[in-house]
């Protein structure tokens, strides 16, 4: 192998390994290294939730699309996930953390974005889903071009918890209130209970932020209520369908 296959080898593998770990294991043929293993472990995890995040609220934004119809969906809770995304988003961004520990959150928030567009056209708020789209990439680039500090943007962080739990609660009263989850997406509650949970590895392997390591444990534990209410409602679902 020449010198250049050499060298894209790997700045390919970097993607997946640190410098240390590739010597290590490429190098060096050792492969009982347990740091290494950890942290390339936590590498594919992130890569493997950044490639998930693409799709995972598509289910959703189809379900509306295919329905024209938001019921059962809380703009409220919906706006509140997509605050503590963009936070997230920001922080790690202007923090130079590893894209593979947040990169998901950058596709996830244009999905958000888009549900709760779509849910706002389907009430009918057409001028108000336009206004919602528009102060919302203004947010993003007040947040994310070095204008807010990092000591704010580090204070919205922490803030993070109780904005993701309060999300999460306010839709699972409203699929309490409703007796049903309405256009919620069982495969999207069920990709974003699984990515969270991984991300709570991922952030501990990768940013050592502790902040960021109890807000995707709160985020885990929400994640898990709305799965549960899903299975619960299950039921109420079909039977909901047959009688259409």
């Excluded at 010597?23 to 890569?47: E, Q």
């Excluded at 919620?184 to 991984?198: E, H």
Aim: charged content about 10%.
């Amino acid at each position: 192998m020449n010198a250049t296959a050499t060298t894209l080898l790997r700045q390919v593998a970097l993607l997946v390994f640190t410098p240390h770990c590739f010597d290590n294991y490429f190098i060096d043929f050792n492969y009982l290294d347990g740091p290494c293993f950890s942290a390339t472990l936590s590498k594919c995890l992130g890569l493997g939730i950044i490639l998930g995040s693409l799709l995972v609220k598509i289910p959703q934004i189809l379900k509306l699309l295919k329905s024209k119809s938001g019921e059962g969906i809380n703009i409220l809770s919906v706006t509140l996930d997509l605050t503590a995304i963009t936070i997230y988003m920001s922080y790690s961004f202007v923090k130079q953390f590893p894209f593979s520990s947040w990169g998901d959150t950058a596709f996830l928030a244009i999905q958000t974005v888009i549900v709760a567009v779509l849910v706002l056209v389907y009430q009918n708020a057409v001028l108000k889903s336009l206004l919602y789209l528009s102060t919302y990439l203004s947010v993003c680039y007040v947040m994310m071009s070095g204008i807010t500090p990092l000591n704010v943007l580090w204070t919205l962080q922490t803030c993070n918890i109780p904005i993701v739990v309060t999300g999460k609660l306010i839709q699972a009263w409203t699929n309490f209130k409703n007796g049903h989850t309405g256009q919620l997406s069982a495969i999207t509650m069920f990709m974003l209970f699984f990515g969270s949970a991984a991300r709570i590895f991922t952030s501990i392997q990768e940013t050592g932020d502790t902040v960021v390591i109890l807000t995707y444990t709160a985020g885990t534990l929400a994640n898990a209520l709305l799965v549960s209410q899903m299975l619960f409602y299950w039921n109420v679902e079909v039977v909901k369908k047959k009688s259409e």
